[in-house]
Structure formats: C-alpha cells, structure tokens
T-cell receptor, first 109, second 116 residues
Framework: GQNIDQPTEMTATEGAIVQINCTYQ??????LFWYQQHAGEAPTFLSY????GLEEKGRFSSFLSRSKGYSYLLLKELQMKDSASYLC??????????FGTGTRLTVIP | GAVVSQHPSWVICKSGTSVKIECRSL??????MFWYRQFPKQSLMLMAT?????????EQGVEKDKFLINHASLTLSTLTVTSAHPEDSSFYIC????????????FGQGTRLTVV
C-alpha cells in the first residue's frame, strides 16, 4: 500500500515563510510532486523532485530526500492568495500518482 | 502546460440513473489517464488508471462495475457512474500524462456530481 502523510492544517502570517512537510512510504518511486488546490478547483502543479536536493522556483521551493522518504514545500513571502490546500503526490513505478492527505494552509494578515 | 478538458463541470442526477464524465487531452496524446474522487475537505483518492486501448486498473475498494472507465482513444477517457446513489456525490477529477515516465500529470477542471 501507499502511505503519504502531511500535516492537516497550518496557519502562517502574511510575508512569513512556511514549510509543509511530507513523508511517504510507497511501493515504487519515480518522483514527487507538489500541487496547490483551491477549494472546488482542480490541483495546479507547483514542483517536481526526482533527485535528492532542493528545487527552487520563485517563492516556492521543494526539497526531497529519497533515503528518508521525506519532502517539504517551502513558501516564502507569503501572500493572502497562498491560502489553499497543498498536496504532496508520489509517482510510483506504474506511473500512478498517489496523493497525501493534503495540508490546508491559512495565511493571516 | 498541456490542456485537459473535463465535462461536465457539474451535474445533478437522480438516484438510480447513470452519469458519464468526459476527459479530453486537447493538445497532447494522453497514453495514460487517471480518475480521482475527492470528498469535501479530503485529498484526492485515485480510483483507477487507464491506458489507451486496454482495460482500466482499479484501486482496491473501487467497484469496476459501478465506475465504468473507457479509454478508447489517445485523447479521450470517460468515467460512467452507473446506478448512482447519493453517497456517490463527490468531486471527480481526471488527469492525463503523455506516457513518458516522470512526467507531470495535467488535470481536468473536475466534475461536481450531486445525486439526489
């Protein structure tokens, strides 16, 4: 089976930095994705990691450690519009994509 | 990025009827399509994976006779919810990949199904 864990909810202040963690235990690993999802909408792609290390993309960065089964998404200079759910998803050997529980981030003024 | 179009965006149907949801890749060949279900305040749950021209692979606990998936071409997959019940009310989302390993999955807009 696939086991992908994230904190359920987080709150952070506008302008701050927040780190959303994801741990996983899956049968097969081809890569890890982070998606952002606003309520009632489809997820949108944020980042993709397949090798260990940090991938930076503007205000968003994602880190992966395959040996530890661990990833995090780092959001800098938080804006109110960043309030959303953030989904960690692991791509397994069959190219299936399994999603974590999702983290609901609330950005407060 | 590539475009995946899903229709309808919302549908209301009566208990016992069937509903078909379409998922189309508009500008690429989707060799693999995925169907997800999402209940309120929960994450996406993979229901099934379909490869063009072959039978879908269903996740454990998903009834293949109730959720019929057809992936007859490289640009279209359909999910039919048969004999719908109120508990089938959910947000259904498809995603598609071009088939190469380690590629991003592109998502449709989702379909809000309400069974009354």
């Amino acid at each position: 089976g696939q086991n992908i864990d994230q904190p359920t909810e987080m709150t952070a202040t506008e302008g701050a930095i927040v780190q959303i963690n994801c741990t996983y235990q899956t049968s097969g690993f081809n890569g890890l994705f982070w998606y952002q999802q606003h309520a009632g909408e489809a997820p949108t792609f944020l980042s993709y990691n397949v090798l260990d290390g940090l991938e930076e993309k503007g205000r968003f960065s994602s880190f992966l450690s395959r040996s530890k089964g661990y990833s995090y998404l780092l959001l800098k200079e938080l804006q109110m519009k960043d309030s959303a759910s953030y989904l960690c998803a692991v791509q397994t050997g069959a190219n299936n994509l399994f999603f974590g529980t999702g983290t609901r981030l609330t950005v407060i003024p | 990025g590539a475009v995946v179009s899903q229709h309808p965006s919302w549908v209301i149907c009566k208990s016992g009827t069937s509903v078909k949801i379409e998922c189309r890749s508009l500008d690429f060949q989707a060799t693999t399509m995925f169907w997800y279900r999402q209940f309120p305040k929960q994450s996406l749950m993979l229901m099934a994976t379909s490869n063009e021209g072959s039978k879908a692979t269903y996740e454990q606990g998903v009834e293949k006779d109730k959720f019929l998936i057809n992936h007859a071409s490289l640009t279209l997959s359909t999910l039919t919810v048969t004999s719908a019940h109120p508990e089938d009310s959910s947000f259904y989302i498809c995603s598609a990949t071009g088939g190469r390993p380690n590629t991003e999955a592109f998502f449709g807009q989702g379909t809000r199904l309400t069974v009354v």
